[in-house]
């Protein structure tokens, strides 16, 4: 595995011109994007794209989002361009959206795990957008971490889980965003969201006019709310376990943080307002939603580096603005049976 760090604005030519070298001829890059790091892979070659599942131990149930310049790259993949698209690329692109149209065959099926869609997204990032220009062919880009485990906002956390399973490391410094795109499938009749992120929903409403919009819950939905492929798993989870509270069950947590911690248990903690208990790792997370999803996977890489086994996290507001950071926190919460 190479290492390689560069400007986040202005990144050095040859080093983007490697990596560009490296996709194009089947290998590996993980790169930084304004979301999360991702594992790149040219999206053509199905044998390279079989690199990304088998790096990150993913199940090839799981389709990839591929990475495009902009909405022409992306209707070049693409066997219908609905007008909801066209909005919402218009709206959001590039930018930390994620839109899923009919695929092209040109698209091997493993990109899509066997679906007749493709989910794409323009980025915004320099460096992104400066290797998908080098490569010249869409990359699928997953985020580059093991599956089911917490995704990486810095290129450190990229190097200590995927380490020599990847060819190239860019480091960009720590991603702006910080969670994964907001995923909206506009294939079928209503376009429905798969995924929430960091745009809230009203903003996807509004820029759709007066087309609806359907949230899928990811319980198997309503009749239009179709789940999306992964999504009931347990993701984005740490190694210590995470117990959310809230004001109801606030007590609660109190007298199981000290339980737990005299048992001897490193406790660790993310909180808004506080916890009346002898945490030993407290982190005191920004208390508006984009700061906290900027922050959130670092919080959980340090406090899983500390070696915390349990992690009390107090849970975010129930409102729009904050619903890619409450799924997020939702889903490292649930237990690993499920
Ligand atoms: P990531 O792990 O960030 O690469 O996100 C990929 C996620 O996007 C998948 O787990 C799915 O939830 C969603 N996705 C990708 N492709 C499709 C598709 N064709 N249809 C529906 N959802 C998709
Ligand atoms: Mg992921």
């Keep these: 595995m190479r290492y390689l760090t560069v400007d986040p604005d202005r990144p050095d030519a040859q080093i983007v011109r490697r990596a560009g070298d490296v996709i194009r001829r089947g290998g590996l890059v993980a790169f930084p994007t304004e979301t ?11 044998s390279a794209v079989a690199r990304i599942f088998s790096a990150k131990g993913r199940p090839t149930y799981d389709p990839l989002i591929v990475h495009v310049l902009n909405a022409a790259g ?12 066209e909005r919402l690329a218009a709206a959001f692109w590039p930018g930390p959206l994620t839109l899923v149209v009919p695929k092209q065959p040109v698209v091997p099926d493993i990109v899509t795990a066997g679906l007749d869609t493709v989910a ?3 980025p915004s990032h320099a460096v992104a ?3 998908l220009k080098a490569a010249s062919v869409p990359v699928a880009a997953p985020s580059a971490n093991r599956f089911t485990e917490v995704s990486p906002t810095r290129a450190e956390h990229v190097a200590r889980t995927l380490g020599d399973r990847v060819d190239l490391i860019i480091d960009g410094g720590p991603t702006t965003i910080g969670i994964e795109s907001t995923v909206v499938d506009v294939s079928g009749e209503r376009p429905t969201v798969l995924r929430p ?11 759709l006019g ?13 009749a239009t709310a179709r789940p999306s492929p992964g999504m009931l798993d347990r993701h984005y989870a740490p190694r210590a376990r995470l117990h959310l509270f809230d004001e109801r069950s606030r007590g609660y947590a109190a007298r199981l943080a000290v339980e737990r911690a005299a048992a001897a248990d490193t406790v660790g903690a993310m909180l808004l307002t506080g916890l009346d208990a002898p945490v030993r790792h407290a982190l005191a997370m920004p208390n508006e939603p984009a700061g906290y999803a900027r922050a959130l996977y670092h919080a959980l890489h340090t406090l899983d580096a500390a070696g915390c086994d ?27 049976e499920v």
Excluded: C, K, Q
């Excluded at 992306?74 to 698209?85: H, K, L, M």
């Design 120 to 122: 794409l997204r323009v």
């Design 310 to 336: 349990l992690i009390f996290v107090e849970a975010v507001p129930d409102t729009p603005a904050w619903a890619g950071v409450r799924d997020r926190l939702v889903r490292a919460a649930r237990p690993a």
């Design 36 to 46: 999360v790091y991702g594992l790149g892979a040219n999206a053509l070659d199905a």
């Design 210 to 222: 007066a087309l609806d919009i359907a949230v899928a819950t990811g319980d198997g939905g309503g």
């Design 197 to 207: 992120g960091t745009i809230p929903v009203p903003d996807l409403a509004a820029a």
């Design 74 to 85: 992306a209707r070049s993949v693409a066997r219908a361009w609905p007008e909801t698209a």
């Design 129 to 131: 957008r400066a290797i």
